[in-house]
């Protein structure tokens, strides 16, 4: 099993920004891919970011040019450096790994931004 806890989340106003980080614990050896997706109040969740253990990053249409995820594989630990911030960008996060066939969700950390 993977454990998967994130943190960083909170309040900001429109503008600001935030780093998320999601540390992995457990059986993290062969983790392939991380991510970050968010789910909105009454909406699915969706994918924001993701990379490979090469460093091949993936991003949502929203959030290009504004947010960077990044990881530490000797840690297994990965980030999410969200610039410019906008209202629309409230959610829960939740951090994702895969291993093989096997996929890992962290409990979300919630982020508000305030117009």
Do not use: H
Not at 62 to 77: D, H
């Amino acid at each position: 099993q993977v454990q998967l806890v994130e943190s960083g989340g909170g309040l900001v106003q429109a503008g600001g920004s935030l780093r998320l980080s999601c540390a992995a614990s457990g059986s993290i050896f062969s983790i392939s891919t991380m991510a970050w997706y968010r789910q909105a109040p009454g909406k699915q969740r969706e994918l924001v970011a993701s990379i490979t253990s090469g460093g091949t990053t993936n991003y949502a249409d929203s959030v290009k040019g504004r947010f960077t995820i990044s990881r530490e594989n000797a840690k297994i630990t990965g980030y999410l450096q969200m610039n410019s911030l906008k209202p629309e960008d409230t959610a829960v996060y939740y951090c994702n790994a895969k291993r093989g066939i096997s996929e890992f969700w962290g409990r979300g950390t919630q982020v508000i931004v305030s117009s």
